[in-house]
């Protein structure tokens, strides 16, 4: 008989080996990251959850590059103001670096997902410009620190221009508290705690001629101002319906002559057409099919949108798509609550999509 100490040892061994075997298998196909091996780094965000399932094994196999889609974020990894949760970014750290992945840090200053106790006191009232910056430099110092030298690009400062036409910055709490100079701060404090780290303002709807002018003006003042801002993330929540390449192209264009690295960083290609923001179900939600015609036009749509990338791959530096496979998207549940969508290159069974074809074979 094993003793329980021996039965243990042995069944560590086996979950080891199972969870390496899942990231191992598929090692000898090859990838996106290798078809765009002289282009750009080829990224994906993921959860904790997805790196213990069959999703392991085509990450590796496709991606070189791994985003936290939440794991990062303020809320998610310093919950209290005395209190960090690393557990589940480290474990993202720790399969990256197992597969020789780049790591992209995501987010160190956002109006979402921002933990409650952030902006107000003990009496609930909210704090001074003093109180918050300290906050942010506390945060951002030991979140920074903790993975210094390991990864390499930060989205420091994310969608802080406003979406209204008439207004240049987001009315969020930061902004309310601080007026615009978080946005230097937060890039003084990620640059003091990790010098070598690249450092990126991250925003979307950056195809819109309007909001684009917005961004590239910031990103100069900033840079005028020896900001260290190294370089733009442009996040690409697109659709089936647009941006069309004259639209894309033209905005890429316009981001390069800031003359600094820009990055793809939340790619996906919603088959529904673009909103911004949350609303409620309507009856034509309910017809959520991937259908044939879908199935095409996505397609065509990732095809474009590749083609441009790559005539633009002397400023792109990395794409990253928001998520793995169509199993799940955060577009599953915006701008609409339970409406599927089928965004990514891979159906929920994990098997390359028509899309994928088409960004593949170029
Ligand atoms: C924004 C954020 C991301 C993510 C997406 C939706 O783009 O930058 O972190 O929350 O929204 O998943």
């Known amino acids: 008989?094993?003793?329980?100490?021996?039965?243990?040892?042995?069944?560590?061994?086996?979950?080891?080996?199972?969870?390496?075997?899942?990231?191992?298998?598929?090692?000898?196909?090859?990838?996106?990251?290798?078809?765009?091996?002289?282009?750009?780094?080829?990224?994906?965000?993921?959860?904790?959850?997805?790196?213990?399932?069959?999703?392991?094994?085509?990450?590796?196999?496709?991606?070189?590059?791994?985003?936290?889609?939440?794991?990062?974020?303020?809320?998610?990894?310093?919950?209290?103001?005395?209190?960090?949760?690393?557990?589940?970014?480290?474990s993202i750290v720790a399969f990256a670096e197992r597969n020789k992945m780049k790591i992209r840090g995501h987010t160190l200053c956002w109006h979402n997902q921002t933990p409650a106790w952030m902006f107000i006191d003990a009496d609930s009232n909210w704090?001074?410009?003093?109180?918050?910056?300290?906050?942010?430099?506390?945060?951002?110092?030991?979140?920074?620190?903790?993975?210094?030298?390991?990864?390499?690009?930060?989205?420091?400062?994310?969608?802080?221009?406003?979406?209204?036409?008439?207004?240049?910055?987001r009315d969020s709490p930061w902004y309310k508290i601080c007026g615009s100079e978080f946005i230097t701060k937060a890039f003084e404090y990620a640059h003091a705690a990790d010098p070598e780290a690249l450092l990126f303002y991250n925003d979307y709807n950056e195809i819109d001629p309007v909001k684009r002018k917005k961004i590239i003006q910031l990103v100069a003042g900033l840079r005028a101002a020896d900001v260290p801002v190294h370089?733009?993330?442009?996040?690409?929540?697109?659709?089936?319906?647009?941006?069309?390449?004259?639209?894309?192209?033209?905005?890429?264009?316009?981001?390069?002559?800031?003359?600094?690295?820009?990055?793809?960083?939340?790619?996906?290609?919603?088959?529904?057409?673009?909103?911004?923001?949350?609303?409620?179900?309507?009856?034509?939600?309910?017809?959520?099919?991937?259908?044939?015609?879908?199935?095409?036009?996505?397609?065509?749509?990732?095809?474009?949108?590749?083609e441009v990338f790559r005539k633009h791959k002397d400023v792109i530096t990395g794409v990253t798509f928001w998520n793995i496979s169509d199993r799940h998207s955060w577009l599953d549940n915006f701008p609409v609550r339970n409406r599927k969508d089928h965004p990514l290159l891979f159906d929920k069974d994990l098997q390359p999509k028509k899309a994928y074809h088409a960004v593949a074979d170029f």
Not at 145 to 161: H, M, P, T
Not at 266 to 272: A, G, I, N, P, T
Request: aromatic letters at 12%; charged letters at 30%.
């Open 1 to 90: 008989m094993l003793s329980c100490k021996a039965f243990l040892t042995l069944l560590l061994i086996a979950l080891l080996f199972s969870c390496s075997n899942r990231e191992s298998h598929v090692e000898e196909e090859k990838g996106l990251k290798d078809f765009y091996g002289e282009y750009f780094p080829m990224g994906v965000a993921v959860s904790p959850r997805a790196l213990s399932t069959d999703e392991a094994g085509l990450i590796v196999q496709q991606f070189n590059s791994i985003t936290a889609e939440n794991a990062m974020k303020m809320g998610p990894i310093h919950p209290q103001e005395d209190e960090y949760f690393w557990k589940h970014a480290d």
């Open 231 to 306: 370089g733009v993330g442009l996040q690409g929540h697109w659709s089936i319906y647009e941006p069309s390449y004259a639209r894309l192209d033209s905005a890429l264009t316009e981001f390069s002559a800031l003359g600094i690295p820009l990055q793809i960083t939340e790619l996906d290609v919603s088959v529904y057409p673009k909103e911004h923001g949350r609303r409620e179900r309507k009856p034509e939600d309910d017809l959520t099919d991937f259908t044939p015609e879908k199935d095409q036009k996505q397609s065509e749509a990732y095809k474009t949108y590749f």
């Open 127 to 169: 704090v001074s410009k003093e109180v918050l910056l300290a906050r942010l430099k506390d945060h951002i110092t030991s979140v920074v620190s903790r993975y210094r030298g390991k990864i390499y690009a930060w989205d420091v400062v994310n969608e802080v221009i406003s979406d209204k036409k008439d207004e240049f910055y």
